[in-house]
């Protein structure tokens, strides 16, 4: 124990037993404030456990001297280095890349912790060689024990969770939800890795970088797949501070944001091509269960989740509209 904290090594837990001959990972983590501090050191421990004898974890500090430091001193089996490319995850991520050295790179949130068996999944999923990408469950673990009861299922990426429409078993995607994913690095450096054009910079909540990155991995290497591996899953925090309306709208407008910069870069049928089918199936699913008679003797919340949808989804037209209208504007 350091100062009240428990210092993770490779001995807490075991690491799994793994064969020499399977393919590395380079396991990395992305940090930036100390309020996650006990989160991320689930992160780290879940990880370690599931590493192989060729595995690696980065955890990369994104401009935080005292996270920095503090982290050095309970975590002396994690490499960890600051971000030295352009602040946020985008920079944060790339520096993790070149940071590693295994043929796969798999990328965890500070606030996700793998369930048993990620890792494994993971690796598993890359023996088909057309595989350049992979996604993985994301479940909510919502601070409080559960999502306030306006909150639609169909949202859950809004706090960087899978959401009701997903695939439900192994499929190609457009792109994984950021928070748990896994990609070649041979591919990751064909393409250049993430653009700072998209991405969450601290607590700005934007995104949608590992879906520009996604599309133009596709687009320069047509025969390569991005998949969804529902065996590989997280649990990914969700703190009360992300669990009120002012947020979930905010939230949505800056996805509006982030989507019109990715069509700028990508173009609108890649950009919004996994959007339409949500708009036009998963969204209109929603808001008649919403208004359903019997669903509301039932439940009389389902109208305040068909609201909350309504609102989500004008919410992020709005934000898609104000970034192709705002001259200067990063879409």
């Given at each position: 124990?350091?100062?009240?904290?428990?210092?993770?090594?490779?001995?807490?837990?075991?690491r799994a037993d793994r064969s020499a001959a399977e393919p590395g990972i380079s396991v990395v983590v992305c940090a930036y404030t100390e309020e996650r501090w006990a989160a991320l050191t689930d992160a780290c421990r879940s990880v370690l456990a599931q590493l192989g004898p060729?595995?690696?974890?980065?955890?990369?500090?994104?401009?935080?001297?005292?996270?920095?430091?503090?982290?050095?001193?309970?975590?002396?089996?994690?490499?960890?280095?600051?971000?030295?490319?352009?602040?946020?995850?985008?920079?944060?991520?790339?520096?993790?890349?070149?940071?590693?050295?295994?043929?796969?790179?798999?990328?965890?949130?500070?606030?996700?912790?793998?369930?048993?068996?990620?890792?494994?999944?993971?690796?598993?999923?890359?023996?088909?060689?057309?595989?350049?990408?992979?996604?993985?469950?994301?479940?909510?673990?919502?601070?409080?024990?559960?999502?306030?009861?306006?909150?639609?299922?169909?949202?859950?990426?809004?706090v960087g969770c899978g959401y009701r429409g997903q695939p439900t078993r192994r499929e190609t995607v457009r792109n994984p939800i950021g928070a748990s994913m896994a990609m070649r690095r041979s591919a990751l450096h064909t393409v250049g890795g993430f653009s700072h054009v998209?991405?969450?910079?601290?607590?700005?909540?934007?995104?949608?970088?590992?879906?520009?990155?996604?599309?133009?991995?596709?687009?320069?290497?047509?025969?390569?797949?991005?998949?969804?591996?529902?065996?590989?899953?997280?649990?990914?925090?969700?703190?009360?501070?992300?669990?009120?309306?002012?947020?979930?709208?905010?939230?949505?407008?800056?996805?509006?944001?982030?989507?019109?910069?990715?069509?700028?870069?990508?173009?609108?049928?890649?950009?919004?091509?996994?959007?339409?089918?949500?708009?036009?199936?998963?969204?209109?699913?929603?808001?008649?269960?919403?208004?359903?008679?019997?669903?509301?003797?039932?439940?009389?919340?389902?109208?305040?989740?068909?609201?909350?949808?309504?609102?989500?989804?004008?919410?992020?037209?709005?934000?898609?509209?104000?970034?192709?209208?705002?001259?200067?504007?990063?879409?």
């Amino acid at each position: 124990m350091i100062n009240g904290h428990e210092i993770l090594t490779a001995e807490s837990p075991p690491r799994a037993d793994r064969s020499a001959a399977e393919p590395g990972i380079s396991v990395v983590v992305c940090a930036y404030t100390e309020e996650r501090w006990a989160a991320l050191t689930d992160a780290c421990r879940s990880v370690l456990a599931q590493l192989g004898p060729r595995d690696e974890l980065i955890l990369v500090i994104d401009n935080n001297e005292r996270l920095h430091r503090r982290a050095r001193t309970a975590m002396p089996d994690v490499r960890i280095v600051g971000n030295t490319g352009a602040r946020g995850l985008s920079g944060a991520r790339n520096t993790g890349v070149a940071s590693g050295a295994q043929d796969i790179v798999a990328f965890l949130d500070d606030d996700a912790v793998p369930r048993a068996g990620w890792l494994e999944h993971i690796r598993s999923s890359f023996e088909d060689p057309a595989t350049a990408v992979v996604g993985t469950r994301v479940l909510p673990r919502w601070q409080g024990g559960r999502a306030p009861r306006w909150f639609p299922a169909e949202f859950g990426w809004v706090v960087g969770c899978g959401y009701r429409g997903q695939p439900t078993r192994r499929e190609t995607v457009r792109n994984p939800i950021g928070a748990s994913m896994a990609m070649r690095r041979s591919a990751l450096h064909t393409v250049g890795g993430f653009s700072h054009v998209v991405g969450r910079v601290g607590t700005l909540p934007v995104g949608c970088e590992e879906t520009e990155l996604c599309i133009r991995l596709v687009q320069a290497m047509p025969h390569l797949n991005v998949v969804f591996d529902p065996r590989a899953a997280v649990d990914h925090l969700v703190p009360r501070q992300r669990q009120n309306l002012r947020y979930f709208v905010r939230r949505c407008f800056y996805e509006g944001c982030s989507k019109r910069a990715v069509a700028k870069l990508r173009g609108n049928a890649s950009a919004l091509s996994a959007e339409r089918t949500y708009v036009r199936r998963v969204l209109p699913a929603a808001m008649l269960r919403g208004v359903s008679p019997a669903r509301l003797r039932r439940d009389p919340a389902e109208l305040l989740r068909a609201g909350a949808v309504a609102l989500g989804l004008a919410s992020t037209v709005c934000g898609f509209a104000y970034a192709a209208l705002k001259r200067g504007s990063v879409g």
